[in-house]
């Protein structure tokens, strides 16, 4: 077993830590961050992640993991050191590599015996090279430090488990010890595992990523040609989900893709293309189809209603998808804005996400609008004037059609998540419009491609 230390505790570094002692090797995690430090500590996790946080206490109190915010004590004799910290997307997309620079740095200054530095942060190809180099330049004693990429891939919300029963671990080295050494410390985890070089292991993590953010700009572009054509997008996915070639998943149309990293991964390859004199013109288009898609219910309750002013919007759901208290690039940060601006009443639910929006958006008035946070998805619609869902929580799946109707003022639902049958909510008699899909109105189909073409044609 190996003394691994991880920089950075948020939702790829704190899962990598406990994952590691769960597996029986001794962790230290470090981050600069001393409330969180504390609260890892007293035994809580600072994020929201299923079994996180009982992983946490088991292997505290077995003595397998703790927490500082002494780089120093943390690094000198670790024989592994993960790299987690962020690497959010500056102004111009590209990656901003930092906070990675100054872990690299914290390295080079305490080690004082041969060591593995492993990044898992998404970053750029050639970083890894970088960091090496940086590191070597650095080194305060003389020992051997060489670096390796172990890209990340498990999806907030059932990051645990993605962890430990993950698809495959992408190790990227440059020499046999470091290869051995990566491939013994996943060991125990008995995983499929793809052995490359370097570059390679950091062009997959995008390729990756971003090869997803397409599927689903794919089917939000499809679902809006199949409003304009009276064709229905979750029939087109089903029927293209049993061809092995595509897959059955991620085929679900909704209003874009939020969350740290698609947006970030595919404006950072972007980014990368065009460092190197060349257009990337798949990944551009994913990215495009996203920006439209993140308003597209907004735009389309815009031309269904001649004003939000006075309306009591409900709003149900905030965090930019279900199992996860995260923010960023949520659908909701775009549109709860605009229905403020707009001066929209709005009543909030998300059973996560709810507090890290009010840091945001806290309760109170916004010009002529406002917004109320509740504790269920009933109160937000009671006396509601129209319901906008943005994330599909378990909580908000179990509100039924005729819920809607009986709670709400006027029973007028967008949908961005596409939760209920179209007839479903006929049948109930809710007004219902969601994504690639007939509504349910008294209006026909006809009128429905009307509303579509002039929202895609504003
Ligand atoms: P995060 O923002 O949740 O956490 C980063 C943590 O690093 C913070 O707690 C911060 O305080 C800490 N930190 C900053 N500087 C530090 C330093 N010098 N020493 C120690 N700690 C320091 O980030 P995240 O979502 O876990 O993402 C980390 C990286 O992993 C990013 O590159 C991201 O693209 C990648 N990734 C994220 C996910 C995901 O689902 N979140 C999945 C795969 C890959």
Redesign the pocket.
């Known amino acids: 077993m190996f003394k691994i230390a991880v ?8 899962v990598a830590g406990v994952c590691f002692a769960e597996m029986g090797h001794q962790v230290i995690c ?4 001393e409330n ?1 430090v504390k609260l890892m500590k007293s035994g809580m996790s ?2 929201y992640e299923t079994g996180l946080e009982e992983m946490m206490q088991k292997n505290y109190s077995a003595g397998r993991i703790d927490y500082s915010t002494d ?1 120093n004590s943390a690094y000198k004799d670790a024989d592994v050191i993960f790299i ?5 997307e500056q102004p111009d997309g590209s ?1 901003n590599l930092a ?1 990675i620079a ?2 690299a740095r ?1 390295i080079a200054e305490s080690v004082e015996k041969d060591c593995l530095v492993v990044v ?4 750029p190809v050639g970083t890894n090279d970088k960091v090496e180099q940086f590191i070597n330049d650095f080194l305060v004693n003389d020992v051997r430090v060489e670096v390796a990429s172990n ?6 919300g059932s ?1 645990v488990h993605d962890t430990l029963y993950a698809e495959r671990v992408i190790i990227g080295t440059e020499s046999k010890w470091a290869e051995e050494r990566l491939m013994k410390i996943y060991e125990p985890f008995h995983l499929p595992t793809v052995s490359v070089n370097r570059r390679s292991a950091e062009m997959i ?1 995008y390729a990756s ?1 971003d090869f997803l953010a397409l599927k689903i700009s794919y089917m939000n572009d499809i679902a809006n040609l199949c409003e304009l054509v009276g064709a229905d997008i979750q029939d087109v996915a089903r029927g293209m989900s049993f061809d092995d070639r595509i897959g059955s998943k991620f085929l679900n149309a909704g209003i874009g893709f939020g ?3 698609f947006p ?2 595919t404006k950072a390859l972007e980014y990368i293309a065009k460092q190197n004199g060349y257009e990337l013109k798949t990944v551009k288009a994913a990215i495009d189809v996203n920006k439209e898609q993140k308003t597209m219910l907004y735009k389309k309750a815009s031309k269904r209603l001649i004003t939000f002013n006075g309306l009591k919007v409900a709003v149900l759901g905030l965090t930019f998808k279900p199992g996860t208290d ?1 923010l960023r690039e949520a659908a909701s940060l775009e549109n709860v804005p605009l229905l403020l601006d707009q001066g929209a009443d709005i009543y909030a639910f998300d059973p996560i996400g709810a507090a890290n929006f009010s840091n945001v958006y806290p309760q109170g008035q916004y010009g002529q609008g406002r917004i109320t946070y509740v504790d269920s998805a009933e109160e937000a619609l009671k006396d509601a004037n129209v319901c906008f869902i943005f994330t599909e929580w378990g909580e908000v799946k179990a509100v039924t059609a005729d819920a809607y109707k009986e709670l709400m003022r006027t029973p007028l639902v967008f949908d961005g998540r596409n939760i209920y049958k179209v007839e479903e909510m006929k049948d109930a008699g809710v007004e219902y419009h969601s994504i690639g899909r007939p509504p349910a109105t008294r209006e026909s189909v006809k009128e429905s491609k009307k509303l579509v073409s002039e929202v895609i044609g504003s």
């Open positions: 920089a950075g505790t948020g939702y790829v570094g704190l470090v981050d600069i961050d969180k600072p994020i780089y987690g910290v962020g690497t959010p990656a906070y100054t872990v914290q898992k942060s998404t970053v890209p990340e891939f498990l999806a907030q990051a993590k990523n969350g740290s990293c970030k991964d995260d």
